[in-house]
């Protein structure tokens, strides 16, 4: 679900693991918005061009119907000479927050929000809707 124009990629709540048990109750949550760099779009408009007008950009190599696996991104990252426990995906995300906390350039809300992370502040996160898009916008670029 990449809107390039609007340079976003709309994630279904159901695809949200904090988000899909509330959705299955029938709760309308609506889709998760990342905001894209330009150089992420320059990524996904190269991409594309070899994706062979797939259903998804990102097509199993064995069933194109089917995007590719969870785990292919640490498969990949074993290939190139990594283990386990020296990087995962799960590792790039908490790397990309420390790097932008420690950079004190941006609120550690907008952070969490950008890793679709809840407010542990319970009262807090029942009054506070906000999706900074506007701020992780700026922050993703």
Do not use: C
């Not at 299955?24 to 330009?38: A, C, K, Q, R, W």
């Not at 969870?70 to 790097?99: D, E, P, V």
């Amino acid at each position: 679900h990449f809107d390039l124009n609007e340079k976003i990629w709309k994630i279904p709540a159901l695809h949200i693991k904090q988000f899909r048990r509330k959705v299955i109750l029938g709760h309308e949550i609506p889709d998760f918005l990342v905001p894209l760099s330009d150089q992420a779009l320059d990524i996904l408009k190269d991409v594309m061009q070899w994706s062979y007008g797939e259903k998804y950009i990102f097509a199993s190599p064995r069933k194109h119907n089917q995007p590719i696996h969870f785990n292919t991104l640490n498969m990949a990252i074993r290939k190139m000479g990594y283990g386990k426990h020296q990087l995962s995906s799960h590792g790039l995300r908490s790397t990309f927050s420390t790097i932008l906390n420690d950079s004190g350039l941006f609120q550690d809300n907008w952070i969490e929000a950008q890793l679709s992370h809840i407010d542990k502040n319970r009262t807090r996160a029942s009054y506070n809707h906000a999706d900074y898009l506007a701020q992780r916008t700026e922050m993703m670029q």
